[in-house]
């Protein structure tokens, strides 16, 4: 695991957009998973704008989506269908075959867990993905106590993510689950970014990079991913010890 550290959001997000899109410049068939949210937000609009600027082929790319609430269908302004559609797909008119989501309607969603992880065996694995960290610790919804051995899996989603999530709606929602590709897919994949901004991430952060490896505290497994990267700004980098 290394951190980067950047002096505010813009800089962590350039990073991240220019790296992504660098990476699909030298492997136009790479697979991208990445998580919705006010995180990511910055660094999609940057990579779209990179891509385009630099003429890259962006056709052959295959995205995933890391999660979705269960039961929201994807007009819902906050679901992470929504999210990606306004922001990566319609932008680059991405052909529907490009991408892969959660169907959070489905009345099976097992099967949906299925379908995500052989995707994700058919394409030979995601090679860059890039997640954010909720207030809990969470990695998409792999809550904590979730096994770092899960592939993609429905979870009951945790009191704090429930809370914290109303900020993506427009009015208070009902969220009782969630489903998300598990650990075992990011354990997996050739390199994760986890990005944090902010002084309200600092103490999340701070677990992640200095406490124990543990379930109870998800985030903290990429200690043990063989090239994690944890991206932070200043105020997200705050808490920690100063040899870090
Ligand atoms: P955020 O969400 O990027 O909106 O802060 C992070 C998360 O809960 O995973």
């Known amino acids: 695991m290394q951190i980067i550290s950047f ?14 899109a660098n990476s699909i410049k030298n492997k136009p068939n790479l697979v991208l998973c990445m998580a919705s949210g006010s995180t990511p937000a910055l660094t999609c609009g940057l990579l779209i704008q990179k891509l385009k600027e630099a003429k890259i082929d962006y056709s052959k790319f295959t995205f995933l989506g890391l999660d979705e609430w269960v039961g929201l269908p994807p007009t819902n302004t906050g679901s992470c269908h929504y999210f990606f559609q306004r922001k990566i797909f319609e932008p680059l008119q991405l052909s529907s ?65 429930k809370s914290v999530g109303q900020k993506y709606f427009d009015e208070p929602v009902e969220l009782s689950k969630g489903i998300t590709i598990g650990f075992g897919h990011l354990m997996n994949a050739k390199k994760v970014f986890l990005m944090a901004n902010g002084s309200k991430k600092a103490e999340v952060i701070k677990k992640t990079i200095e406490g124990p490896l543990a379930e109870s505290f998800p985030a903290s497994i990429l200690q043990k991913h063989p090239d994690g990267y944890i991206l932070i700004d200043e105020e997200a980098g705050s808490l920690l010890k100063k040899d870090k």
């Open 7 to 20: 002096k505010n959001y813009e800089e962590l997000s350039g990073y991240a957009a220019d790296f992504i």
């Open 97 to 161: 075959s490009q991408y892969f989501l959660f169907n959070a309607l489905s009345d099976d969603l097992k099967s949906e867990c299925i379908k995500m992880d052989k995707v994700i065996a058919d394409k030979d694995g995601i090679d860059i993905m890039v997640v954010g960290i909720g207030m809990n610790g969470h990695i998409g919804f792999n809550e904590p106590g979730t096994s770092f051995d899960n592939l993609s899996h429905v979870i009951e989603l945790d009191e704090i993510t």
